[in-house]
């Protein structure tokens, strides 16, 4: 038993669910066709006498031949319908129907039916597809809703699929004065074929639509006097040249991935002239205000870094004046007056020439070449003059030593 089937003669799908009055019952003349595998159906269950409700069935009370695609789309039509109901129930909103612009049972886009609200004076078609089919079927829808729906808003509700959130990180952005994480994801294919041709994409989960906006991240540059490295109270693990700006309101083709703002279903409808996602477009607003802000902080935070670090170092001599003619410094070393030599006795000034015989003469500078020796220092250290003293006065030769030699010499004679 089918909730659905394909009217050959309005060019859209019947759901038994919302009412079949008016429709002609059994095969009709082959006008109502299977979604799943195009065959003829017939309608039960219409007459007001009837004890079933109504439905189609294949010819023979038989099954469809390809049950798991039927299934599909019964599923798929089930969540367009329950959403019909919230769009119809929003303020504003003063009509809501299903279509299927560009479907055919012989060659299917592989999309459910989408809802046609009337907004005001705008028109909005909205898709709610359980998966994008491939991007040739969503240019195929895109250029049919044109056709039929000329000036309409094409918005496109994707489910938020867990293979691809949580691919990336979320990222933390600071508005109102605290810190609000938004998620990040990366955008397909189709879901850049539907922002190339002017759609909108968004998320919808339960109560709250994700609205994107472009992320792109960059490098500041170093420029002359700034310093960007090992910042005070910076994350080890971050580099404060690392930045991101941001594309709005629609993601620019070039973003690296998408950030999504997340805002309640009902405030797309606060104007009740258009459907327009108002407060994502504030956030982004916010966002951009904050950037521009940062931008100004890091430059000159990196300015600042510069001055604080090159401020406390000595100016350096200019390397182009040459040693011997660089002017004097307070670290040069004063003058030592040179000693007066003062007289020595003659016996003294021999035992000066020669050293003593138990004194081993210096070895020679070659003797040992391997030996490290200090350098010198490259300050002579301030010697003060020694105090002026009186000449010393040599003194007389001991006259004893000669008497005792002379008498040593009598007593050998003598003996």
């Given at each position: 038993?089918?909730?659905?089937?394909?009217?050959?003669?309005?060019?859209?799908p019947?759901?038994?669910?919302?009412?079949?009055?008016?429709?002609?019952?059994?095969?009709?003349?082959?006008?109502?066709?299977?979604?799943?595998?195009?065959?003829?159906?017939?309608?039960?269950?219409?007459?007001?006498?009837?004890?079933?409700?109504?439905?189609?069935?294949?010819?023979?009370?038989?099954?469809?031949?390809?049950?798991?695609?039927?299934?599909?789309?019964?599923?798929?039509?089930?969540?367009?319908i329950?959403?019909s109901?919230?769009?119809?129930?929003?303020?504003?909103?003063?009509?809501?129907?299903?279509?299927?612009?560009g479907?055919?049972?012989?060659?299917?886009?592989?999309?459910?039916?989408?809802?046609?609200?009337?907004?005001?004076?705008?028109?909005?078609?909205?898709?709610?597809?359980g998966?994008?089919?491939s991007?040739?079927?969503?240019?195929?829808?895109i250029?049919?809703?044109?056709?039929?729906?000329?000036?309409a808003?094409?918005?496109?509700?994707?489910?938020?699929?867990?293979?691809?959130?949580?691919?990336?990180?979320?990222?933390?952005?600071?508005?109102?004065?605290?810190?609000?994480?938004?998620?990040?994801?990366?955008p397909?294919?189709?879901?850049?074929?539907?922002?190339?041709?002017?759609?909108?994409?968004?998320?919808?989960?339960?109560?709250l639509?994700?609205?994107?906006?472009?992320?792109?991240?960059?490098?500041?540059?170093?420029?002359?006097e700034?310093?960007?490295?090992?910042?005070?109270?910076?994350?080890?693990?971050?580099?404060?040249?690392d930045?991101?700006?941001?594309?709005?309101?629609?993601?620019?083709?070039?973003?690296?991935?998408?950030?999504?703002?997340?805002?309640?279903?009902?405030?797309?409808?606060?104007?009740?002239?258009?459907?327009?996602?108002?407060?994502?477009?504030?956030?982004?607003?916010?966002?951009?205000?904050?950037?521009?802000?940062?931008?100004?902080?890091?430059d000159?935070?990196?300015?600042?870094?510069?001055?604080?670090?090159?401020?406390?170092?000595?100016?350096?001599?200019?390397?182009?004046?040459?040693?011997?003619?660089?002017?004097?410094?307070?670290?040069?070393?004063?003058?030592?007056?040179?000693l007066?030599?003062?007289?020595?006795?003659?016996?003294?000034?021999?035992?000066?020439?020669?050293?003593?015989?138990?004194?081993l003469?210096?070895?020679?500078?070659?003797a040992?070449?391997?030996?490290?020796?200090?350098?010198?220092?490259?300050?002579?250290?301030?010697?003060?003059?020694?105090?002026?003293?009186?000449?010393?006065?040599?003194?007389?030769?001991?006259?004893?030593?000669?008497?005792?030699?002379?008498?040593?010499?009598?007593?050998r004679?003598?003996?």
């Amino acid at each position: 038993m089918g909730a659905s089937a394909w009217d050959t003669e309005t060019k859209r799908p019947i759901h038994v669910d919302q009412g079949v009055e008016g429709l002609p019952i059994g095969l009709a003349g082959g006008r109502y066709l299977c979604r799943a595998c195009t065959d003829p159906l017939i309608l039960k269950g219409a007459r007001p006498e009837a004890k079933v409700t109504p439905h189609f069935a294949h010819q023979g009370g038989g099954p469809c031949r390809l049950p798991d695609r039927e299934a599909q789309i019964d599923a798929d039509d089930e969540v367009v319908i329950q959403l019909s109901h919230q769009i119809r129930a929003l303020p504003g909103v003063t009509g809501c129907t299903l279509a299927s612009p560009g479907d055919d049972p012989h060659q299917p886009i592989g999309l459910p039916p989408v809802v046609v609200a009337q907004c005001g004076e705008t028109t909005v078609v909205i898709e709610r597809p359980g998966t994008l089919p491939s991007p040739q079927a969503v240019r195929r829808r895109i250029l049919a809703v044109r056709d039929q729906h000329a000036g309409a808003a094409h918005v496109w509700f994707l489910r938020r699929d867990p293979t691809r959130f949580g691919q990336l990180s979320s990222h933390t952005v600071r508005l109102g004065g605290r810190d609000v994480e938004h998620q990040r994801v990366a955008p397909t294919e189709q879901q850049l074929a539907i922002l190339e041709a002017g759609g909108h994409v968004y998320w919808l989960d339960g109560k709250l639509v994700l609205v994107p906006y472009g992320y792109h991240s960059f490098r500041h540059p170093a420029r002359p006097e700034q310093d960007w490295t090992a910042w005070p109270k910076w994350p080890r693990r971050k580099d404060p040249r690392d930045d991101w700006r941001i594309s709005k309101p629609r993601p620019a083709p070039s973003a690296d991935c998408w950030g999504l703002v997340p805002i309640a279903l009902s405030s797309l409808t606060r104007n009740r002239a258009a459907f327009h996602p108002a407060d994502a477009h504030k956030i982004m607003d916010e966002l951009y205000a904050a950037q521009e802000g940062r931008y100004r902080w890091r430059d000159r935070r990196a300015r600042e870094v510069y001055a604080e670090r090159h401020a406390s170092r000595p100016p350096q001599p200019d390397a182009s004046i040459p040693a011997a003619e660089a002017p004097a410094t307070e670290t040069e070393p004063a003058h030592v007056p040179e000693l007066p030599q003062l007289p020595q006795p003659a016996d003294q000034q021999a035992a000066d020439a020669s050293p003593p015989a138990d004194v081993l003469p210096a070895p020679a500078p070659s003797a040992n070449p391997s030996q490290p020796y200090p350098p010198p220092p490259a300050v002579l250290p301030t010697i003060p003059p020694p105090p002026q003293q009186l000449p010393s006065v040599p003194r007389a030769p001991r006259q004893r030593r000669w008497t005792d030699a002379l008498r040593m010499l009598r007593r050998r004679r003598e003996r």
